[in-house]
């Protein structure tokens, strides 16, 4: 079956790190995006991606960036982490047809 | 910011019930979905209403969506313990899988209480 994956799953770093967080989708979906999820915020849009070579801001896009190589994977990277970084990253990949997003389990991310 | 805002922010139901969540949002949209979180799990997708449509069902779920008022309602009907997590309603401004169109409220936590 199709799915998206996430990786790592738990990441504790230190503030000024560069961190990588991996998203991977065997959808063969053009569309993927980033998301942040925190107590209070809902979620809220980072980065997506519209297809290979394809990135653009989202709400809460500043301290993040993406790359998109494939159509399977969409890096998120944080340049230089920051304790209001600290959240649950949530990667998500959209259906041609309706917009229906699939969701990955996402990643805990704790910066010290 | 949040197009969307779900209303209750939290409820907590005897099982067998119904449950009835609320979304509003302000701007005119393309299609508004429903997605349910279980604890430390990613969203998962459970409906889409298009704006050109006024009531979906699916399984127990039932959407309907009033434009004229901006709002949409998700019902659960006999409710059961593994409902219990949080619903979120999303709005598309765009057709298809645009992205800048889908903007997610800050959710509705259920409880079923057994």
């Known amino acids: 079956d199709a799915e998206i994956t996430q990786s790592p799953r738990h990441k504790i770093t230190e503030t000024g790190r560069q961190v990588t967080l991996a998203c991977h989708q065997t959808?063969?979906?053009?569309?993927m995006f980033w998301y942040r999820q925190d107590l209070g915020h809902g979620l809220r849009l980072i980065h997506y991606?519209?297809?290979?070579?394809?990135?653009n801001k989202g709400e809460v896009s500043d301290g993040y960036s993406v790359s998109r190589s494939n159509t399977e994977d969409l890096p998120l990277t944080l340049e230089s982490a920051a304790s209001s970084q600290t959240s649950v990253y949530f990667c998500?990949?959209?259906?041609?047809?309706?917009?229906?997003?699939?969701f990955g389990p996402g990643t805990r991310l704790t910066v010290l | 910011s949040q197009q969307g805002e779900e209303d209750p922010q939290a409820l907590s139901i005897q099982e067998g019930e119904n449950a009835t969540m609320n979304c509003s949002y302000k701007?005119?949209?393309?299609?508004l979905q429903w997605y349910r979180q279980n604890s430390g799990r990613g969203l998962v997708h459970l409906i889409l209403i298009r704006s050109n449509e006024r009531e979906k069902h699916s399984g127990r779920l039932r959407v309907t969506l009033d434009t004229s008022k901006k709002s949409s309602s998700l019902l659960i009907t006999a409710s059961r313990a593994a409902d219990t997590a949080s619903y979120f309603c999303?709005?598309?401004?765009?057709?298809?899988?645009?992205?800048?169109?889908?903007?997610f409220g800050k959710g509705t936590h259920l409880i079923i209480q057994p």
């Open positions: 991606s519209y297809g290979v070579q394809d990135t």
């Open positions: 998500a990949s959209s259906d041609p047809t309706s917009g229906a997003l699939s």
């Open positions: 959808w063969n979906h053009n569309n």
């Open positions: 701007t005119s949209i393309n299609n």
């Open positions: 999303a709005t598309g401004a765009n057709s298809g899988g645009g992205a800048d169109g889908l903007t």
